[in-house]
């Protein structure tokens, strides 16, 4: 399995069943993932031992990646966190935390007022302490409490022990699931995870998979080979085109009670159809006039695709991806949109009038050209069909915009 998955991610510390310990393991990825500012759900993660090589299949979404889990409960504990009004407090003496309504320093003291299930607050002073390094700015998870919310590098503490730790993984014990936590005085503990979020036995879940693909996608079900692990979805087989096999992964994903889904399908290719005619399908998809984007480009390698491109806030092209996942002969599609804060009114109005003009000119026929203004420049892209059209339409939207300058990304084809 671990030829599937090329490429690291980062390196993170993590309980290996064979070495019976926690060591490091690296994160890898089917595709390029950036880390940075937490990364999408369901996506599948192989984690290797640095030490014996053991793998196992984790998701996204079950790690503390990056800033991705902003606005979640976890809370902060007095001497170890700096504490502002908002947030969730947690005093060694109080059976839960509750939320800081305001705080004040005094030349000795600190004082709190703090809301226990929406009570009026309650005031509570303590002895001033100055904090220099915050281990866990986000703050802490509650364990056992919380136990079922901890994601995998989470900073943890336990509550009747009275110590610090961080999750390690998420292990099967004895038939159940179990949360790893490695506490600060390096014991290894292993807290039983609710009933209720317990993984599915496996035949159960297997049936029930089956039958949601059966009944969604009654004919390329049948050429899909469904395994089932420890709450995770195996899909392997041959499907008639990407956008099926993406939606194949969809319904998976969307299930209750599934881990995550991880792909092994193959689209049918039933003539060959060369990167080159794949890209320039593309191309002219993004080229499209509805599709309110710019500073895009595309990229196909043994038909994988990369396609990046960036949108204003309010022009999000819904259906752009779907488009480019119909294409035949589309093996997999990395789609990377940037939506980015529109630009003044004024300055859209007057793209608009200069792709009108340049639309209009007897020249510039059978041309796509859009004109968009980010990056404090105006950038002109689409299609042309030789280099003539390409100066001509620079030098007549130049005229129009007069002092700025313009770059020309036309391309001739």
Known sequence: MRNQFPHRLYTQKLFCRRCRRVTYHGLF?????????????????LCSCDDCGTTFVAFSQEFSIGNGNKG??????????RIVPGNWLYFKDKLKPGVVKSCFQSEDKEVF??????????????????????????????????????????HVYH???????IAVGLVSDGGKDKLAILLDDNSLLFITIPQSMQNVPNAQLSEAVRQKLASLFPEDSRRVLVTVGQGIIYLDGIVRSLA???????????MP??????????????????????ENSIWRILDTPAFKIFDYSAEVKDSKAVVKASCFDSNFPK???????DLPGLQELSMQMSPVPESSSDIQVTCRVIEKELAGNSRLGGTVIRLNYFNNKYVMEGRVSNAFQKQWALINAVKMVRSASIENRLRVC
Request: charged share 25%; hydrophobic share 35%.
């Open 29 to 45: 990825a089917k595709e390029p993932y950036s880390t940075y500012g937490g990364m999408a759900p369901h996506i599948p993660l």
């Open 244 to 254: 099926v096999k993406r939606a194949l992964c969809a319904c998976v994903n969307s």
């Open 159 to 165: 509550a009747i022990r009275e110590q610090f730790g």
């Open 72 to 81: 979640t409960e976890y809370t902060k504990i007095y001497g170890k966190n």
């Open 113 to 154: 007022l703090v809301s226990y299930d929406g009570a009026p607050p309650e005031k509570i002073e303590c002895p001033k302490i100055v904090i220099q390094n915050e281990e866990a700015p986000e703050g802490y998870r509650l364990v056992p409490a919380q136990t079922a919310h901890v994601l995998i590098g989470d």
């Open 319 to 325: 259906d752009l991806e779907n488009r480019i996942a």
């Open 257 to 278: 009670r599934v881990r995550g889904c991880v792909d092994f399908m193959r689209v049918q290719m039933e003539t060959y159809i060369s990167d080159e005619r794949l």
